[in-house]
């Protein structure tokens, strides 16, 4: 195929077919609608399912059918639509249920605007859903990271029976880059799902049932178990980051998603000016790549947590950082993307951007 | 020796969960007969819903999903549409699917999804100890209505059977009751054509079933299914409201 300049959104969706998407279930909601009028034409063409939902309350329980009955199903929405989302999500977490969500953000709380934002950071990690559950979740830097993390995203779920979500923001869906299908992503080795619910016919000899419901405190305690060892796995298998110029760096920078992208200029910046900056770059925000932190230098005078918001990701970070290092923060949030220089700026007033 | 009757391979072994004198249980036996007879039972798919039967997935003897309260239709739409092939049906109460699920319903019923909805009406919420329901008759005393229901602040018991027949996709929409045996029969009857329409892929298909809840409604269980053949029945007329081959051939 080669590279072809494709905007993000519909990246997603392509993406989404390669990654082998039987399912698609969604609502209108700005900045993500290009991912459903992509796979409205091009799923029905190719003989799969898509059906725009009442509501995003409604899509995520169709997910949820889909998910139960075996096959591979995603949903897409932005950060309104997200948070109608989160009971779902957390039934089939409970459940153990595979699907993919993409979660497109923008600025918040509430209506808040259409502009690119990154306020969703603890709706994504720490969920909106009741109970003890993790997402495993990817927030990619580019079309083409968010390409291969797309196209793998289904077997990841698949594997561990649990929702992945691809966290990016509108910067991601809406911008144009020139992008390649055909990069090799990793293959896992899956079982059948002999636990689908699609008619005991197909499974003969035991009666399938998709539940989150254990009303026996020992019974949920011992779920709760269960689920908390699939956690510790995905924890202990799927952390995913890349450190950046980090051999001997003055400051260190953890930023993802666009916001990195911004902040490599801003290194770039930075160099020029005899300051060496490096960055640790979540890729999957959980599991939290905590061991990074390890490898800062202990020359190193600081961290700079940067993020497109009042500081979520920054608990993260002063937790891995576990008080070895000064940290600071620097935001911009509400749909307002930093430039470059206001974060050299704030690496070279490091003292004022600190944070207890 | 001859066997002239036997519990329904329909239904699992599990003891019902549900009050005595509750209806539901005849309901449960209604639908899992319908599932024997028509050979569905190795590729139905069931959904319970949340309220008393939110336990319906242990007794159901086919593969079921537990849905958030309210998502049934949802969910059976996730189900249907990559499985067309195999039965989906709900077992939803009235606080489920008339108040927290009346979107999901609606909605459903208008994308005509080729699904059966066991919609169990039963003028309360019982799970939760018998609250005011959408379907609460006017006059009628809940823990959250406890003059009785005032229509001008709580508005009047909803008609869910005649607000779908209006509704373009619902191919066979019909309400039932089972106060006494004559209508226990006829409510099977109606419950397999909603799934044998399913089978011929017409459409949406819902059998409203009024029922009893002794408990909550603080009667013996006797006494119950007489106030629903006296005040459910008047309110709540039985019959036919959809019937797409009868209307459109």
Known sequence: MGKILMKGNEAIALAAIKGGVDAFYGYPITPQNEVPEYLSKHMIENGKVFVQAESEVASINMVYGAAGAGVRVMTSSSSPGIALMQEGISYIAGAELPCVIVSVMRGGPGLGNIQPAQGDYYQA????????????????????????????????????????????????GQMMEAVDFDRPVEKRDLSLKDWATNGKKNHPGKRNIANSLHLGAEILEDHNKNLKKKYDRIKENEVKYEMINMDN???????????????????????????????????????????????????????????????????????????????????????????????????????????? | MKVKYKKTKGLTDKPLSYCPGCTHGIAHKLVGETLEELDMLDDAIGIASVGCSVFAYQFFNCDMQQAPHGRACAEATGIKRVLPDNTVFTYQGDGDLASIGIAETIHA??????????????????????????TTLIGQKTTTSQSGRDAKSQGYPIHISEMLSTIEGSAYIERVSLHDPKHVIKAKKAIKKAFTYQKEKRGFTLIEVLSSCPVNWGMKPIDALKWVEENMVEQYPLGVYKDKEANNG
């Open chain 1, 249 to 356: 760096p003055d400051y260190t920078i953890v930023a993802y998603g666009t916001m990195a992208r911004v902040c490599r200029s801003a290194i770039k910046q930075l160099k020029k000016k005899g300051i060496e900056v490096g960055m640790i770059r979540p890729i999957a925000l959980w599991p939290y790549p905590k061991k990074a932190f390890d490898e800062i230098p202990s020359t190193c005078k600081g961290i700079m947590c940067v993020e497109m918001s009042m500081g979520q990701m920054l608990d993260d970070v002063q937790i891995s950082n576990r008080g070895r290092f000064d940290v600071a923060f620097y935001g911009r949030y509400a749909g307002v993307v930093p430039e470059p220089e206001e974060i050299v700026d704030a690496i070279e007033n490091f003292e004022e951007w600190r944070v207890e």
């Open chain 2, 109 to 134: 019923a208008n994308r005509g999804e080729n699904i059966t909805v066991i919609f169990i009406n039963n003028a309360i919420y019982g799970m939760t100890g018998g609250q005011m329901a959408p």
């Open chain 1, 125 to 172: 990690t720490r969920g909106g859903g009741n109970g003890d559950y993790n997402l495993i979740v990817y927030a990619p830097e580019s079309i083409q990271e968010t390409i291969d993390v797309m196209k793998s995203a289904f077997d990841t779920a698949d594997y561990y029976r649990n929702p992945v979500m691809v966290l990016v923001d509108g910067l991601i």
